[in-house]
């Protein structure tokens, strides 16, 4: 079964300032998706960026990217420019094979981000 | 476009009574599941439907658990008779394959059973 870790259970990082959150996976797929997900206070689930294992290309969503290391099993996310509104814990999830593995998403226990003005 | 639709948003109940969650999907999705989310286990996946049938519900900790899909626009969750270690957030997400299983959340069901 497929598993994601997510080492760091809290971070923080200054307004304007960058932050990595790391996330790695234990696999022996090779064709997956995986995500990353932001949970504010109000506990809406948003998606923040989605990576195909398939594409070497990085994903990124303006000030998010992602550091995808296929042979490591990481996923890392960069947040550039942080903002107060960045504040909230965030999700790494795998998907499995999209041919025939299961539908569903496999998360990691989260990491909480905290914004110091 | 409306997002994925929960209700109720919070729900409180006592130790034994019946409790039930509804879900609305995007319109067009043809995947929906049922996650819940808590501190001891975090977000694990309950069950999920394709096309109105479910397809893998091996999360559903007990009987006491049930969920149905009668069409397409609409699902439940039921847990009858409750217990306190019920108590949780319940997501419903919902996606559709050609937008590259991308799951879309709706903002969760925070039960509390007394």
């Known amino acids: 079964a497929q598993t994601v870790t997510q080492s760091q259970p809290e971070m923080s990082v200054q307004e304007a300032e960058t932050v990595t959150l790391s996330c790695t996976y234990d696999t022996s797929e090779s064709d997956y998706y995986l995500f990353w997900y932001k949970q504010p206070p109000s506990r809406q689930m948003i998606l923040v960026i989605r990576q195909e294992a398939y594409k070497q290309q990085n994903a990124t969503e303006n000030r998010f990217s992602v550091n995808f290391q296929k042979a490591a099993k990481s996923f890392s996310l960069k947040i550039s420019d942080s903002q107060l509104g960045d504040a909230a814990m965030y999700f790494c999830?795998?998907?499995?094979?999209?041919?025939?593995?299961?539908?569903?998403?496999?998360f990691g226990k989260g990491t909480k981000l905290t914004v110091n003005p | 476009d409306a997002g994925v639709i929960q209700s109720p948003r919070h729900e409180v109940t006592e130790m034994g009574q019946e409790v039930t969650l509804r879900c609305k999907p995007i319109?067009?999705?043809?995947?929906l599941f049922w996650y819940r989310q808590t501190m001891m286990r975090g977000l694990e996946l309950l069950i999920y439907?394709?096309?109105?049938?479910?397809?893998?519900d091996s999360g559903m900790p007990e009987d006491r658990f049930s969920a149905k899909m009668p069409n397409a626009s609409f699902s439940t969750l039921k847990i009858q008779p409750s217990e306190p270690r019920d108590s949780a957030v319940y997501f419903c997400?919902?996606?559709?394959?050609?937008?590259?299983?991308?799951?879309?959340f709706g903002p969760g069901t925070r039960l509390t059973v007394l």
């Open positions: 439907f394709n096309n109105n049938v479910p397809i893998d």
């Open positions: 999830a795998y998907r499995s094979d999209p041919q025939g593995g299961s539908e569903k998403l496999v």
């Open positions: 997400a919902s996606s559709f394959r050609a937008g590259k299983y991308t799951q879309y």
């Open positions: 319109s067009g999705h043809d995947y």
